[in-house]
């Protein structure tokens, strides 16, 4: 029986970078762009040291997307105790860098089931923690739940910004203005949030 593959260390310095040349990668050429010769060449080692800490662009795509992740979880926590949750949950939700990363990373899970099974997995650690905090949240706002379902209401905003975004990147701006506004009107009404751009917004 063979030996399991060695591989680097979680906590290597070489790794993060390999990770970081990767993303940024994916954000300015998307992911087609990214292989072990191209995050090698920008990272200036080898091919065959990628392969040593990633023995598959499998590997290297789902360490990207999971060290994303968590540092997402933390920040949607930190902003689902803020004083305003409704209104930081819809701008971090319509974040163009964040967004424009899991775009790619949504195109990319339609051709391998790895990613698309990781993807769907941390989403529903996403929205399991989102609907707990909000739920938490809501009554403190004066709103009813039973009025504003946290899983309806997360779904809606998911819904938005994803488009908003989509269209976005093919160019097309039509009614996002207004639709921004829409939501920001709602938002102040709702929860009792300040307009975007005010202080503490």
Excluded: C
């Amino acid at each position: 029986m063979s030996s399991p593959r060695r591989t680097g260390t979680e906590s290597s310095q070489t790794r993060a970078l390999l990770l970081d040349v990767t993303e940024r990668l994916m954000r300015e050429d998307g992911y087609a762009a990214v292989s072990s010769r191209s995050v090698a060449r920008i990272a200036g080692v080898t091919p065959a040291l990628i392969h040593y800490y990633f023995p598959t662009l499998d590997d290297l795509f789902l360490a990207v997307f999971r060290r994303g992740a968590e540092k997402n979880l933390e920040r949607q926590t930190r902003l689902l105790a803020s004083p305003h949750p409704l209104r930081d949950l819809w701008e971090f939700s319509i974040d163009a860098g964040a967004t424009a990363l899991l775009t790619e990373f949504m195109a990319l899970a339609n051709h391998r089931k790895t990613i698309r099974h990781e993807i769907a997995d941390y989403s529903r650690k996403f929205r399991r923690q989102q609907a707990q905090l909000l739920a938490d949240r809501l009554p403190d706002l004066g709103l009813d739940l039973d009025d504003v379902p946290p899983a309806a209401l997360l779904f809606l905003v998911g819904a938005v910004s994803a488009g908003l975004v989509s269209e976005d990147l093919l160019g097309l701006s039509e009614g996002h203005a207004e639709t921004i506004a829409l939501v920001d009107r709602l938002l102040s009404r709702l929860g009792g949030d300040p307009p975007a751009g005010d202080a503490g917004a």
